[in-house]
């Protein structure tokens, strides 16, 4: 990886730094907290510690002030380990924040980035809807415009961070008759507490003191995943919730299209979490398999194993060059939706190939809680599904590719 061209020096001392963390403090807990779907409050505050929570925003916002490509291999690193550490900073970097640091006014990220960047609360994005999933166009929230404020009302589904978090930017409708379904949405921030506020307090996260909370808006039950367990995920309600205009997030009408590019953005970053869990089999089964005897030798030493493993490092490589790609692009303010679509559906789908040939590989034991291919296998699920399915990345790599030439 030395020559790796979209790495400097840095980006491998940033990687031996979340290594280390992942190895030691991460592996030991994994398990259990997938198991008992509990969510990893004292790594989540070492996150912050390191700097992870906020590794690309300004120092001035209480960042790490790192670039794009050293966010995308802490995430990578994360989830070599544990996916659910990795969604935790993804979700909270890329939807929670970014849309404040992108879109937002100064007075709205001086009050607000600063706690999510340094990781003293938790931040999430809410624009999924029981009806509104991969058509987003259909968000039925609706926020009635006051003299001084708006008041929300509706709901969100499959929130990271609906529990644990407290602060969140979320969509609703403010024009109820638009011309294009798409038009007429804003998105605004809200706040509230942790679902297990003493938990939070205790801790030393999850909570800001003297922030000022939004009137009716609370978290729904935990929901009960296949995988990523030890990530927080409900619905987020809003009753009556009073949200004050200065809290509106750039301009009225402008959501769809802000969340959208929020999302192009998500889709590197849930790459890069993609590649690490695919890595993090590949590098089980090869541990696996070299030690593993059968007929008078290790498993690795049969062909057919070979090909496995040949198959998933070749794959590895390419969504590596995927991801970066990409990433390498948004750092240098080129366009890069349709890499970014690209790296997505290729690397959350590699890792489910990956992590099934993996428990393939470990024979029965990979299908018992004692091996972790069985938990990567599981959370790879997801992937294929969050920030856009597969199908859904197919239409805009499509799109993307036909311009003009095809009315679409």
């Known amino acids: 990886m030395t020559d790796f061209p979209y790495w400097k020096e840095e980006h491998h001392q940033i990687r031996e730094m979340v290594r280390d963390f992942a190895e030691n403090e991460i592996r030991p807990i994994a398990r259990e907290h997938d198991l008992e779907s509990k969510f990893p409050w004292q790594t989540v505050k070492r996150m912050g510690e390191l700097g992870l929570m906020g590794a690309t925003w300004s120092d001035e916002l209480g960042g790490a002030g790192l670039d794009?490509?050293?966010?995308?291999?802490?995430?990578?690193?994360?989830?070599?380990?544990?996916?659910?550490?990795?969604?935790?900073?993804?979700?909270?970097?890329?939807?929670?924040?970014?849309?404040?640091?992108?879109?937002?006014?100064?007075?709205?990220?001086?009050?607000?980035?600063?706690?999510?960047?340094?990781?003293?609360?938790?931040?999430?994005?809410?624009?999924?809807?029981?009806?509104?999933?991969?058509?987003?166009?259909?968000?039925?929230?609706?926020?009635?415009?006051?003299?001084?404020?708006?008041?929300?009302?509706?709901?969100?589904?499959?929130?990271?961070?609906?529990?644990?978090?407290?602060?969140?930017?979320?969509?609703?409708?403010?024009?109820?008759?638009?011309?294009?379904?798409?038009?007429?949405?804003?998105?605004?921030?809200?706040?509230?507490?942790?679902?297990?506020?003493?938990?939070?307090?205790?801790?030393?996260?999850?909570?800001?003191?003297?922030?000022?909370?939004?009137p009716g808006v609370s978290a729904g039950k935990k929901e009960d995943k296949m995988g990523w367990r030890a990530s927080d995920t409900r619905e987020l309600i809003l009753e009556d919730a009073i949200v004050p205009k200065e809290d509106m997030l750039g301009e009225q009408g402008s959501g769809f299209a802000n969340f959208l590019e929020t999302l192009d953005s998500g889709r590197i970053g849930l790459g890069a979490l993609s590649l690490g869990l695919a890595e993090g089999a590949l590098n089980e089964s090869l541990a696996y398999t070299s030690e593993r005897q059968q007929f008078g030798k290790p498993v690795a030493a049969f062909q057919g194993v070979h090909f496995q493993l040949a198959d998933m490092a070749t794959e590895i490589e390419a969504a590596r060059h995927l991801v970066y790609h990409a990433g390498w692009l948004k750092e240098n303010g080129k366009p890069f939706k349709k890499e970014a679509a690209m790296a997505k559906l290729f690397a959350s789908e590699l890792c489910m190939r990956a992590t099934?040939?993996?428990?393939?590989?470990?024979?029965?034991?990979?299908?018992?809680?004692?091996?972790?291919?069985?938990?990567?296998?599981?959370?790879?699920?997801?992937?294929?599904?969050?920030?856009?399915?597969?199908?859904?990345?197919?239409?805009?790599?499509?799109?993307?590719?036909?311009?003009?030439l095809v009315q679409l």
């Open 68 to 214: 794009y490509i050293s966010y995308l291999i802490i995430i990578e690193e994360l989830a070599k380990v544990d996916v659910s550490h990795a969604i935790t900073v993804s979700a909270h970097t890329t939807l929670g924040t970014s849309p404040i640091v992108n879109f937002g006014t100064e007075a709205q990220k001086r009050k607000y980035v600063p706690l999510l960047a340094t990781g003293q609360v938790l931040g999430g994005f809410g624009l999924t809807e029981a009806q509104a999933g991969s058509d987003a166009g259909g968000t039925a929230t609706f926020a009635e415009e006051k003299s001084d404020h708006f008041v929300l009302n509706g709901s969100k589904v499959f929130i990271t961070h609906a529990g644990v978090g407290e602060i969140f930017c979320v969509t609703a409708r403010t024009d109820p008759n638009p011309a294009k379904r798409t038009d007429g949405i804003t998105s605004f921030i809200v706040s509230k507490d942790t679902v297990d506020l003493d938990r939070a307090r205790e801790v030393g996260i999850g909570h800001a003191e003297g922030l000022e909370k939004t």
């Open 356 to 404: 099934i040939k993996a428990v393939q590989l470990h024979g029965g034991y990979g299908y018992t809680t004692e091996y972790p291919v069985e938990r990567m296998m599981r959370d790879a699920k997801v992937c294929e599904i969050g920030e856009g399915t597969s199908e859904i990345q197919r239409i805009v790599i499509a799109r993307q590719l036909l311009g003009d």
